[in-house]
């Protein structure tokens, strides 16, 4: 990658070479880093919706179908013709481009061409979900494909459910995964918590929380099924992230009472809505709750809890929570850091949030493109454009992404000096490399020209 340039280290005793990785290069928002839960992943056994993959068909003809599977039977070794994994991907590819009712016929051709070949409940769930992908304004296609698999003796079950539901919420029927849903926990099987909380997190991203709600009470009451702690989760991030913290906290008193026990997990939900409301208070308040409640924090919550403090200005106290933090154990990240040099540079301390990057390369952390353009929107806020230059050499080099404010904070401070060449030099680069879209960098850069003109006009700018 190359050293940070000398001229950035004057406050620092040392140089040291900067690492960065693409692939470590951090991809969402750095306040709250997603973690991986076991609760929100699928079962071991249980099916999925199929992949979309290349077809093997160049036309949906079903004839143009019958005559490739048989050739295939035909020019294989004696052994493929029984391996009905095979099988069902034949299937599986036709169905892509094919319609429902001729998926069926191509499945009897198949049966009864190779009469050793026995479908089996994954063979029908193909077809399952191609029924839940037809443009049909009831679910007869789906009630069609579900009264095969019964009269062929396979009654649906929890893997069933599973695969009809994420189907058809996949292609945004979800008001007919809802009424599904109820029919199959009314006359064959209920939906596993997998398939509930999959269902709840997709009635609150298409609409108000009130259906998601009204989906939970139904269920309970006419179901038997109960919301768990993945449930209220998936319901108190959405309410954070619509910045109703009051309705968060109604939900975790709802939850205790139902005699849940809020885990690490959720309290990090609740803790990045009060950061993404600037109230790092209150995010400390959490902090304590937790430990009073004798649920230990994990990194995701020290990297919230300081971007909360660093974004609100607090940055005194996010570096306590650092020192503790490495205390309890856990190494602080990229994201950890950055989130310092963000508060300190909010602060005006860009010398300090240098200084803070060496200390992070000293410990071994590779600093990652949210660092660097967290820098950059720093040194040019701070009125240290060479220094910014330079980063942007380093960035370029090394083929990092800028990010929209970073990019326009640069690009307006450039042509505040008068170097507007070099703010076109930028928009090409941001192009090139696909930082933006295309008409994002030219909006940004047209604007802050219109700026600079009157400010030229009003003596503002050389």
């Keep these: 990658m190359g050293k940070f340039p000398p001229s950035f280290r004057s406050a620092i005793p040392s140089t040291s070479l900067i690492k960065n990785t693409p692939s470590q290069q951090l991809k969402q928002p750095h306040y709250l880093p997603k973690k991986p839960t076991k609760k929100n992943s699928p079962k071991p056994h249980e099916t999925q919706t199929p992949p979309p993959h290349k077809s093997l068909f160049k036309t949906s003809s079903l004839n143009e179908a019958k005559i490739l599977f048989n050739s295939l039977i035909s020019t294989t070794t004696p052994r493929l013709p029984d391996n009905l994994r095979l099988h069902n991907s034949f299937l599986q590819s036709y169905t892509s481009i094919s319609t429902l009712d001729d998926s069926i016929s191509l499945l009897h051709h198949m049966v009864k061409t190779l009469p050793?070949?026995?479908?089996?409940?994954?063979?029908?769930?193909?077809?399952?979900?191609?029924?839940?992908?037809?443009?049909?304004?009831?679910?007869?296609?789906?009630?069609?494909?579900?009264?095969?698999?019964?009269?062929?003796?396979?009654?649906?079950?929890?893997?069933?459910?599973?695969?009809?539901?994420?189907?058809?919420?996949?292609?945004?029927?979800?008001?007919?995964?809802?009424?599904?849903?109820?029919?199959?926990?009314?006359?064959?099987?209920?939906?596993?918590?997998?398939?509930?909380?999959?269902?709840?997190?997709?009635?609150c991203k298409s609409r108000i929380f009130n259906s998601a709600y009204s989906f939970i009470d139904e269920m309970k009451s006419s179901f038997d099924i109960n919301p768990d702690l993945v449930t209220y989760t998936i319901l108190i991030d959405n309410v954070c992230n619509a910045k109703n913290i009051r309705e968060a906290d109604r939900l975790v008193a709802v939850l205790k009472e139902c005699g849940l026990k809020p885990d690490a997990f959720l309290y990090n939900t609740i803790m990045k809505g009060y950061c993404l409301l600037s109230k790092g208070i209150e995010a400390v308040r959490i902090y304590k709750q937790m430990k009073e409640e004798g649920v230990e924090p994990d990194l995701i919550t020290y990297n919230t809890l300081i971007f909360g403090l660093s974004k609100c200005g607090r940055v005194s106290e996010a570096k306590k929570f650092l020192k503790i933090m490495v205390e309890s154990g856990h190494f602080p990240d990229a994201v950890t850091y950055t989130s310092l040099m963000n508060g300190m540079c909010r602060e005006g301390d860009v010398l300090g949030a240098v200084a803070l990057l060496e200390e992070m390369e000293l410990k071994g952390c590779s600093p990652n493109s949210c660092t660097y353009n967290t820098l950059l929107h720093g040194f040019c806020k701070g009125r240290m454009l060479n220094r910014g230059v330079e980063l942007y050499g380093v960035m370029k080099k090394g083929g990092m992404k800028l990010e929209t404010a970073s990019y326009a904070t640069f690009v307006r401070a450039l042509c505040r000096e008068g170097r507007v060449a070099e703010a076109y030099e930028v928009f090409d680069y941001v192009v090139e490399s696909k930082s933006l879209p295309d008409v994002a960098a030219y909006t940004t850069l047209e604007s802050t020209l219109k700026w600079l003109k009157k400010a030229r006009e009003n003596g503002l700018a050389v």
Excluded: W
């Excluded at 479908?119 to 679910?139: A, F, G, K, M, N």
């Excluded at 009269?151 to 599904?180: E, H």
């Design 116 to 203: 050793s070949l026995s479908p089996d409940r994954s063979t029908y769930h193909v077809l399952l979900s191609q029924s839940c992908r037809e443009p049909d304004s009831s679910l007869s296609s789906v009630q069609k494909v579900l009264n095969l698999m019964v009269n062929k003796g396979f009654k649906p079950n929890q893997v069933t459910v599973d695969v009809a539901i994420r189907s058809l919420c996949t292609v945004g029927r979800v008001d007919d995964a809802v009424l599904l849903v109820k029919e199959f926990s009314s006359k064959h099987s209920k939906p596993d918590s997998f398939t509930y909380n999959f269902l709840v997190k997709c009635l």
